[in-house]
C-alpha cells in the first residue's frame, strides 16, 4: 500500500449527488456580468469566494501533488480543491445581496470523533492553491444524541459514516457572512425540517481591503 498517496484523515468532498455541483456552478456563472458595467446602484463583489474541498481528480486541473487515495472509497482524489462560489466583478444588488448554497459531505470512520471544518478562501485571484482566509469549525458531539444519530448516514457494508453538510454563503454591500448546518432544506427543498446550524461567521470587505 503506498502510505504516502493514502488520505488517513476525513475529507470534505464535494456532493455529486442529483447534479447539485453542476446547479451550484451554473448558478455560479450566471450572475458574473463580465462585460457589462455595474449600474450605479450595485457593489461589485471585491474578491473571489470559495471553499476548499476533496474532487475526483483530473490531471489537466489538479498537481500531482494534490493527488491522493480516499481512505473509505479508494479513489483518486484531489486535495485542497477550491470550489467557487463568487468571483470578483460579480454584482451585489443593495436589495438582494446574493445568496448561494453548496452541499459537501463527510466520510468518518465509525468510532471517528464527529468534529471537523470547512476552509473558506477569499481571494483576489481566482487560481487553486490559495491559502484559506477563515475557518468554520463544528462538533457534532455538542448535538442532542437522537439528533446526531439521525444526521449519520451509514453506506451498507462500509465502515464509516457519510455526513451531508451545507455551507450558506451570504453577501451583501458592507459583508460577507457564512453559515454551515447539517440536515434541512436547500436550494427548493422547503419541505423539509430545519438543520442545524454548526458554525457561523462573517467578514466586513473592509478587513481585506
Known amino acids: 500500500m503506498d502510505h504516502a498517496n493514502t488520505e488517513w484523515t476525513a475529507q470534505n468532498e464535494l456532493y455529486r449527488e442529483v447534479g447539485w455541483a453542476d446547479v451550484a456552478r451554473g448558478a455560479a456563472l ?15 463583489c471585491p474578491f473571489h469566494i470559495g471553499i ?8 489537466y486541473e489538479h498537481s500531482d501533488n494534490q493527488a491522493f487515495i480516499g481512505m473509505f ?20 444588488a443593495p436589495s438582494e445581496g446574493i445568496d ?12 471517528a470523533r464527529l468534529t471537523g471544518s470547512v476552509n473558506i ?39 464509516y459514516h457519510v455526513i451531508e453538510f451545507t455551507l450558506n454563503m451570504m453577501l451583501d ?3 460577507a457572512r457564512f453559515e454551515l448546518t447539517c440536515g434541512g432544506a436547500i436550494g427548493q427543498e422547503r419541505n423539509a425540517p430545519p438543520g442545524h446550524r454548526l458554525a457561523y461567521t462573517e467578514t466586513l470587505w473592509a478587513d481585506f481591503c
Open 52 to 59: 476548499v474541498v476533496a474532487v475526483d481528480f483530473k490531471s
Open 121 to 159: 478562501v477569499i481571494s483576489k485571484h481566482s487560481g487553486q492553491g490559495q491559502t484559506p482566509a477563515m475557518q468554520l469549525n463544528y462538533d457534532l458531539e455538542a448535538l442532542d444524541e437522537r439528533d446526531r444519530a439521525s444526521l449519520l448516514r451509514r453506506v451498507s457494508g462500509m465502515n
Open 100 to 111: 448561494k448554497s453548496i452541499r459537501i459531505a463527510r466520510k468518518m470512520a465509525l468510532d
Open 30 to 44: 450566471v450572475g458574473l456580468g463580465i462585460g457589462c458595467p455595474a449600474p450605479l446602484e450595485c457593489f461589485e
Open 73 to 92: 472509497d479508494r479513489r483518486r482524489l484531489a486535495r485542497d480543491h477550491v470550489e467557487w462560489l463568487a468571483a470578483k466583478g460579480d454584482l451585489i
Open 173 to 175: 454591500h458592507e459583508a
